[in-house]
């Protein structure tokens, strides 16, 4: 690979992350359901290190005897209780419409009882965008962070659907810090547009999406195979000249399987670490699981807390 692409930076990138999310106030969260070790310690480490300001929603005996068994100390933290794990997204739901969150954090329940909640059509926290996930993934062997989209929530998206991921990864991208104006690579497996392959006609429309301004924000290319988006001796080799190949900064998938695919194989074979975030509600959804190090539980909350301030930046002034 070349040396421009696989130049490692500092050895941890989300550090940096870190490092700027300390340096706003903390951001008020409700987490849903962290009735186990790892889901209760993201959040109490978080907010340790001045990220997040947890309200936590759940069971209230599950959630102290976990944090007496483990030794966390949630002594100044307010606990809403809920019955069981339905009830806490919903009651998770209720509290971010009453204004007590700006960020909502996935627990120990299922990720499908959770965006049932975020997506339901009646007191859900819909909008007019497309919800989608984006993986902000620190691959050590990658000169920038990655974001790897959507791999957790659009199974089969369509162009439409689509456009708004794009517009979503772009958006946290340009907002939470990482620079402006991605390089997006819409990835099939090969980089000529073939009708053989649909993806790579999607991709090609994608990008013509944006020479019309209905993607904004940042700099698209594709159809193009993942070897000639992230190397440039690859793009060279196949005569690829453009701003994206070979440099990019958001890989945009064909459908789940590969997106998930992707990410766990920078996961395991590329001892990448991967910070998730839900985007397109009304709120950021900070996405992490059992697998997750500690570092990269504590960074998808600071991504969603950057992000989060950014937004409330850029929100209109109330007048009195």
Request: hydrophobic share 45%; glycine share 6%.
């Given at each position: 690979?070349?040396?421009?692409?696989?130049?490692?930076?500092?050895?941890?990138?989300?550090?940096?992350?870190?490092?700027?999310?300390?340096?706003?106030p903390?951001?008020?969260?409700?987490?849903?359901?962290?009735?186990?070790?790892?889901?209760?310690?993201?959040?109490?480490?978080?907010?340790?290190?001045?990220?997040?300001?947890?309200?936590?929603?759940?069971?209230?005996?599950k959630?102290?005897?976990?944090?007496?068994?483990?030794?966390?100390?949630?002594?100044?933290?307010?606990?809403?209780?809920?019955?069981?794990?339905d009830?806490?997204?919903?009651?998770?739901?209720?509290?971010?419409?009453?204004?007590?969150?700006?960020?909502?954090?996935?627990?120990?329940?299922h990720?499908?009882?959770?965006m049932?909640?975020?997506?339901?059509?009646?007191?859900?926290?819909?909008?007019?965008?497309?919800?989608?996930?984006?993986?902000?993934?620190?691959?050590?062997?990658?000169?920038?962070?990655?974001?790897?989209?959507?791999?957790?929530?659009?199974?089969?998206?369509?162009?439409?659907?689509?456009?708004?991921?794009?517009?979503?990864?772009?958006?946290?991208?340009?907002?939470?810090?990482?620079?402006?104006?991605?390089?997006?690579?819409?990835?099939?497996?090969?980089?000529?547009?073939?009708?053989?392959?649909?993806?790579?006609?999607?991709?090609?429309?994608?990008?013509?999406?944006?020479?019309?301004?209905?993607?904004?924000?940042?700099?698209?290319?594709g159809?193009?195979?993942?070897?000639?988006?992230?190397?440039?001796?690859?793009?060279?080799?196949?005569?690829?000249?453009?701003?994206?190949?070979?440099?990019?900064?958001?890989?945009?998938?064909?459908?789940?399987?590969?997106?998930?695919?992707?990410?766990?194989?920078?996961?395991?074979?590329?001892?990448?670490?991967?910070?998730?975030?839900?985007?397109?509600?009304?709120?950021?959804?900070?996405?992490?699981?059992?697998?997750?190090?500690?570092?990269?539980?504590?960074?998808s909350?600071?991504?969603?807390?950057?992000?989060?301030?950014?937004?409330?930046?850029?929100?209109?002034?109330?007048?009195?």
């Amino acid at each position: 690979m070349s040396a421009d692409a696989t130049a490692t930076q500092s050895p941890s990138k989300y550090d940096r992350l870190i490092a700027a999310a300390k340096a706003i106030p903390p951001t008020p969260t409700v987490v849903v359901h962290p009735c186990d070790e790892t889901s209760l310690r993201g959040a109490v480490d978080s907010a340790s290190a001045g990220i997040i300001r947890p309200l936590l929603v759940g069971s209230e005996r599950k959630i102290r005897d976990t944090a007496a068994r483990f030794g966390l100390d949630i002594s100044g933290y307010e606990i809403v209780d809920a019955a069981h794990s339905d009830d806490a997204a919903a009651k998770g739901v209720e509290l971010i419409h009453a204004a007590r969150g700006e960020l909502l954090m996935k627990g120990s329940l299922h990720t499908d009882e959770l965006m049932r909640a975020v997506t339901a059509k009646v007191g859900g926290l819909r909008t007019d965008r497309r919800i989608s996930h984006v993986f902000v993934m620190d691959v050590p062997a990658y000169a920038e962070t990655i974001f790897v989209t959507d791999a957790a929530i659009n199974i089969f998206p369509d162009l439409d659907a689509k456009r708004d991921i794009i517009q979503n990864a772009i958006d946290l991208y340009n907002q939470a810090g990482f620079g402006k104006s991605p390089r997006v690579a819409i990835l099939s497996a090969v980089e000529t547009v073939t009708s053989k392959i649909p993806s790579t006609i999607e991709a090609a429309a994608l990008c013509k999406m944006a020479d019309r301004g209905q993607i904004t924000g940042g700099v698209l290319d594709g159809p193009l195979a993942f070897d000639n988006a992230i190397d440039l001796e690859s793009a060279r080799i196949k005569g690829i000249k453009s701003e994206v190949a070979g440099r990019a900064q958001i890989l945009v998938v064909p459908d789940l399987e590969a997106g998930n695919m992707l990410a766990k194989n920078l996961a395991y074979f590329a001892k990448a670490d991967g910070a998730g975030i839900v985007l397109g509600a009304r709120v950021p959804v900070v996405l992490t699981s059992r697998a997750d190090t500690p570092r990269a539980r504590m960074a998808s909350c600071a991504v969603a807390a950057l992000y989060a301030h950014a937004r409330r930046q850029k929100a209109p002034a109330v007048s009195a």
